[in-house]
């Protein structure tokens, strides 16, 4: 099993007063190495959270996370770091692009974190971003690009380090529809080469279109 989720439980200490806000109950996931799902719920459900605690982002208060079997849920951020960067890649909302950098320098900075040769560097970005044929966005400025442009740009960063899996948190939620249609189907085919495919979302088409839908209301999976 590539994820396994045992009695995950979220409790944060809230700002204003102290009081703790639970935002994940006793979650129990499996996710088998190639699916492609759907978390689902309403706002402040706990989708997010869940998809954070799955990608290394952060650490449940409780319980168990096994990924490819090993039990990550107690380890040191900086090891939560690394498995971060080897194994999942990242796509959000509003893109989370460096606005004033172009696309091939976008693309790049997982790289940069990897260690990787400078003299590496572009020739490996270029690459990623002609597989998704946007090769000719790389000299442009990301602050000047299209919504579809920058989430395609920003999913060719989330695949440089070649993840075997892909945490996309509402990542149509700022396009319009032909652009979301697009991007859906990006998904899709990287999903038929293999990669597990995670994706947060409200909207059903996306949802509908994925292996299995996991609902997720007060923390808890439904």
């Excluded at 045992?6 to 806000?21: A, C, F, N, S």
């Excluded at 449940?60 to 079997?69: A, E, V």
């Excluded at 979302?201 to 292996?211: K, L, R, W």
């Amino acid at each position: 099993m590539l994820i396994e989720l045992i009695g995950i439980e979220k409790t944060y200490i809230t700002r204003r007063d102290g009081v703790p806000l639970k935002a994940l109950n006793g979650i129990n996931l499996t996710i088998k190495k190639g699916e492609m799902v759907a978390i689902k719920g309403s706002s402040g459900a706990g989708k997010s959270t869940l998809l954070h605690i799955i990608g290394c982002l952060d650490k449940p208060t409780s319980g168990i996370y096994k990924l490819d079997g090993a039990d990550v849920s107690k380890e040191s951020s900086a090891k939560l770091s690394k498995i971060r960067n080897k194994k999942f890649g990242f796509v959000m909302q509003h893109f989370a692009l460096v606005e004033e950098d172009n696309a091939l320098q976008n693309v790049g900075i997982p790289l940069l974190f990897a260690k990787t040769p400078i003299s590496q560097i572009d020739t490996l970005a270029m690459e990623q971003l002609r597989q998704l044929s946007i090769e000719n966005l790389a000299k442009q400025r990301v602050s000047k690009l299209s919504g579809g442009e920058k989430q395609r740009v920003a999913i060719a960063r989330a695949l440089i380090n070649q993840p075997e899996v892909i945490l996309a948190d509402e990542p149509t939620g700022a396009l319009d529809s032909e652009n979301s249609t697009m991007i859906l189907k990006i998904f899709k085919a990287l999903n038929a080469q293999g990669k597990t495919i995670i994706i947060v979302t409200h909207e059903d088409f996306v949802a509908n279109a994925c292996d299995r839908i996991i609902t997720i209301s007060d923390g808890r999976i439904k």
